[in-house]
């Protein structure tokens, strides 16, 4: 797969005035759920999530400790390895513990990485955990994750823009596209 640099995309999917409304959406649902609890944990999962987490993040009205965790299927290509990698979580566990947690991710396709932060962050004793993830692809998941709070479904495609990425490259599209084929 080849991607030309001018034009990386054969069609935008998400325009940045619908990101912005799932964003806006997505912090309300937010802000209801936790209108009552004093300080939540957010664990972004890097690097996909990390624009999503910091435009939905500032939209929140309860405070949040933010945390970052490096989690992937994905080395370089557009299909998931099938082995998710973690890094960074091995300090975290302890600010995990008996915590409200909620983990935010950019998009739900196979289900491998969100199933394995999901199983990881149970071994670590958190009071509550909800998922908040922008994109699920309407695809058959390898493996099922919870998604409590879900911005948009999109088809079955390789996307890039607005922190997703194709070999670490485009994450700083202002939309969501389809990466040229």
């Known amino acids: ?5 001018s034009k990386p995309y054969e ?11 799932t964003v806006e959406r997505l912090a309300s649902e937010l802000n209801a759920a936790y209108a009552d609890t004093d300080k939540v944990l957010a664990l972004v999962i890097l690097e996909g999530a990390r624009i999503f987490a910091s435009d939905l993040l ?3 009205r309860f405070p949040v400790q933010v945390e970052y965790l490096s989690a992937s299927s994905y080395r370089g290509t557009t299909q998931s390895s099938g082995t998710v990698r973690l890094q960074g979580h091995l300090g975290l566990a302890g600010k ?3 915590r409200k947690v909620l983990l935010i991710d950019d998009i739900y396709d196979t289900g491998l990485t969100l199933a394995a932060v999901q199983e990881w ?3 670590c004793g958190p009071a509550d955990v909800k ?4 994109l699920e ?3 058959r998941h390898c493996k099922p994750a919870a ?3 879900l911005g948009l479904a999109i088809e079955d495609c390789f996307v890039i823009g607005y922190g997703l990425d194709y070999q670490g490259r485009f994450r700083d599209l202002p939309f969501v596209a389809a990466l040229a084929q």
């Open 137 to 139: 692809k309407k695809i």
């Open 96 to 98: 995990i513990c008996g």
């Open 121 to 123: 962050l149970n071994t």
């Open 131 to 134: 998922t908040c993830v922008l």
């Open 1 to 5: 797969m080849t991607a030309d640099e």
């Open 58 to 60: 500032r939209q929140v």
């Open 147 to 149: 998604i409590d709070f």
């Open 11 to 21: 069609r935008i999917l998400i325009s940045a005035e619908q990101l912005a409304q």
